[in-house]
């Protein structure tokens, strides 16, 4: 097993000398000039990237500038759900690296990245009604982060053959970054350069790889900025993030260091608690605005109140289960609505009664709000479009949409006639509505001649999945569904007669030909 050397380290102050950072600026340099294939460099705003682009970018200012030919891009990942203050942190720093780079005539071109419209957190967790993100069930990180910047990589790439990505990653980072830094190393097909496991044609450069959270931290407060922004702000920042708002680099043994602090998604329930962010808020009066964003997400990042928020079926709206339960899929359209609802009412507050600099926050963005939209209508046959009305509710104005084409035959109105009408005839039919609505919407929407090829199988998932009195009269279908499999000797989930539950059992992949069964 690899041991981490660094780790203990960040216990016993700093490692590096003004020769030894003098040598990898040379090693920086040797590397940029030995081939033209382009680098890309990950920045976050936090201080490894920071620390690693001004590494790179001291390094090249000492080459003449005939000698600067080979792009560098800078790439940061937007997740649209980032820390409010960091993302303005950021989107600062990315504006002044731009002009510094075009008034020094550098080969640095910076970028922006964010998610696919369609993967976005607010399209997947208020559209779709995709359960917060936990351990079994990490669907975020993926969509939001990695896909961006592998999308990015793939169009470098195919222009360029290959690329050279230079991260700020370290060993000292934890134990486990250390083993895979060290697996990684004995795979490098060249000097420093270590290959991407995900990713072909991609080398991976990480100068930092041997130092400490204190070496990153002297680096930064010794070394100014190249590009004109202060890293003192970069520390103060650390410093708020820390729950004892102190932030020492050159430290004796077992003080907490601001390596400690982690900025991310304000949304990450991946977390029990957002330290960070309640440290910021604890630490400075100023950020208090900052509170309802800290209070919705542990309000709908509350597990244990979760399973009863969603529906029993999955999102395609079969049956399946685990140790006599059904697993419960997306939330239910009153909980998707009353999130949109309390979201839209935290931004507004933030825009009116918050710092001026964040009076035209948006944190959810217009194009989202119409995508939830067409997913409410369209996909999950809720015809009333309530989207435009909560908005407009909250707002205070109409809701901005100018592609919109929705059915005319039923709205809100009938809707609510629908609903009233359910609950008078069928009062202990739990699915009732939304089996007549599904129907109806499926019909509505099959209009045209070309659009009635497959009606009567719609029509009849419709059915199918809806037919149920309530939970326990769909467990108990489900139950003998299985036991009749059982029986006959054909294939079924033996899991729901376990007794022994995994954690995360709910959240395990399901086949597509569950759909059928």
Known sequence: MAKCETCNSNKNGVTITKDSINGLMETVRNLYLADDIPWVIGYSGGKDSTATLQLVWLSLLELPANKRKKTVHIINTDTMVESPVIEQWVGKSLKIMKEAADRDKFPFVTHRLTPDLNNTFWVNFIGRGYPFPRKKLRWCTDRLKIQPVNNFVKSAIA???????????????????ARTMA?????RVRELLSPNPTMANELVFSPL???NDNDVWVFLMQYKNPWGYSNQELLTLYRGATADNECPMMVEKNLPSCGKSRFGCWVCTMVEKDKSMEAMIANDDEKAWMTPLLEFRNRFGDEEHDRERRSFKKMKGYLQGSYGKLHHGPYKKEIREQWLRELLEIQLDINENGPEEFSDLELISIP??????????????????????????VMGKEFDDPEWIGAEAYGQIEWSILKETCNDLFPDEELSFELLYSLIDTENQANSVNQRKGILDSLEKCVKHNFYKDEDDATDYYTRQLDRKKKMGGRYNEKFFA?????GEEFADVPEEAEDK
């Open 159 to 177: 222009e360029h053959g290959e690329i050279i990505m230079v991260l700020g990653t370290r060993k000292a980072e934890s134990q486990r970054r």
């Open 183 to 187: 697996y990684y190393e004995k795979k």
């Open 499 to 503: 007794h022994i539950q995994d954690e």
């Open 368 to 393: 989202e709000l119409r995508n939830i939209r067409r997913i409410w209508v369209f996909d999950k046959h809720e015809f009333d479009d309530s989207v435009p009305r909560i908005y407009k509710e």
């Open 209 to 211: 790889e041997e130092w």
